[in-house]
């Protein structure tokens, strides 16, 4: 045990001065170096009854490289739209990575979008090839697939329920993958051709004072600001995230995609979401984002079960939360605090603070975001009293996520935190203006 903690250091500083992203520029490029870098080492997981099947960095490569012949001998070209449709799954993630290795452009959408959303977006878009997790998402497509000229082919993951569908432009995933094709392309010109300044994915907003935008990020976006967050939050190849938020939201697209390509670390798909939290504790993540409405749900829970408590539970329960209340924060950000109220707050860990933590997955994480919406403090202290290191970020889709972002050891439930590196804010007639290598290349 040992000797993989001193390995697991010095690998980490050899990786800091080997990772050079002004060559790195854009994700097919990380993703071909992290097949050599990460070899072996697990990329994605994906919980499939009851196991979880591992595809390490260079298989997923391989079979990413597999997929963009399949989607080329299917009319998919550089700056073409592919869209992308369903629950975070393996196979998803890697038709993202394929088309982009083609220079074209990736289009999630909201998995639980009705026909009607769907078809808006890939006219919007002009998507030529969908990508869908399965049948539900098969049968909105082929209800609007009359309004949809462009669209050409549809490609699915997840074959139940489909095997008496006789439409052409229908196809399973598996026959691309299962059947390399002989074509004269050269992969590795495609991703050489790939440049910090073409658009690296097509994110759409919700929509909420008019039709939804499609927002242009493109690789320098993402990689710069990314790349910078990895480096502030030491992440590395040894963390674990679990991807349970929409594919088409940014956090996703960062907190899971981004920054596991530049950091090396695992991406882990629960079975559904109703599995979430039992995957969770499974998994142990390092590294989890939600929004407030998830922290605050799980509290409730959370309360409504010790309420059922026997009163001796119940009564410990709430000695040792005023005691993390009080000095819980000031230790998680290393303050000076009593050695008695560090020895009580010790016991409360192994009473009260580390079975709660276990029991919601939380248990090996060491950095928690929550962002989008305003969070109480009583919420977002109790979190960060059971050791918790949650930190609140300000940002937005056009700005690549990160505006602000809370610090290690100077956390204020009060505030958004200090702005990000490299960002300039200026706030005039109560309007927040900022710039920064984030900001997106337009609508």
Not at 45 to 51: H, S, T, V
Not at 98 to 126: F, N, R, T
Not at 393 to 412: C, I, K, M, N, P
């Amino acid at each position: 045990m040992r000797k993989q903690i001193n390995y697991t250091y010095f690998y980490r500083e050899e990786f800091k001065m080997a990772r050079d992203f002004d060559n790195l520029d854009t994700f097919p490029k990380i993703l071909r170096d992290n097949a050599l870098t990460f070899k072996g080492k697990p990329s994605i997981r994906e919980k499939e009854y009851g196991i979880w099947q591992v595809i390490t960095w260079d298989d997923f490569y391989n079979k990413a490289l597999v997929l963009a012949k399949g989607f080329y001998s299917s009319g998919l070209k550089r700056g073409d739209k592919l869209a992308i449709i369903g629950d975070n799954r393996p196979n998803l993630y890697i038709s993202i990575a394929a088309a982009q290795m083609l220079g074209a452009v990736p289009v999630p959408c909201y998995q639980d979008s009705v026909a009607d959303e769907i078809q808006y977006i890939l006219d919007h878009a002009e998507v030529k090839i969908a990508v869908v997790e399965n049948q539900e998402q098969v049968d909105k497509l082929l209800e609007i697939k009359d309004r949809l000229p462009i669209l050409k082919n549809i490609f699915y993951a997840d074959p139940r329920g489909l095997e008496k569908y006789k439409e052409k432009e229908i196809c399973s995933l598996d026959v691309l993958l299962n059947n390399e094709q002989a074509i004269s392309l050269d992969l590795d010109e495609e991703i050489n051709k790939t440049s910090k300044d073409d658009i690296a994915i097509m994110l759409y907003t919700s929509g909420t004072t008019g039709r939804p935008k499609g927002v242009l990020l493109s690789y320098y976006n993402i990689i710069s600001v990314t790349s910078v967050a990895c480096e502030l939050e030491k992440t590395t190849f040894n963390d674990e995230v679990v991807a349970y938020l929409p594919m088409a939201w940014v956090g996703d697209n960062i907190f899971c995609v981004a920054q596991s390509y530049i950091s090396g670390f695992c991406i882990n798909c629960p079975e559904s979401r109703d599995t979430l939290t039992i995957d969770m504790r499974e998994i142990g993540p390092t590294y989890y984002f939600a929004p407030p409405r998830v922290w605050e749900g799980m509290l409730t829970q959370l309360m409504v079960r010790m309420q059922d408590a026997s009163k001796i539970k119940l009564w410990i329960f709430n000695y040792f939360m005023k005691i993390a209340k009080k000095w819980g924060n000031a230790i998680l950000d290393n303050k000076n605090v009593p050695i008695t109220s560090r020895l009580l707050y010790g016991l409360g860990y192994f009473l009260v603070y580390g079975p709660l933590k276990n029991n919601l997955g939380l248990t090996r994480v060491r950095m928690a975001y929550t962002a989008g919406e305003a969070m109480g403090p009583d919420t977002f202290l109790f979190y960060r009293s059971l050791g918790i290191n949650l930190k609140v970020l300000y940002g937005q889709t056009e700005a690549t996520v990160f505006v602000s972002l809370h610090r290690d050891g100077d956390v204020d439930p009060n505030t958004v935190g200090p702005v990000f590196p490299g960002v300039d804010i200026k706030i005039e007639d109560g309007e927040v203006f900022y710039k920064g290598p984030g900001v997106f290349k337009g609508y």
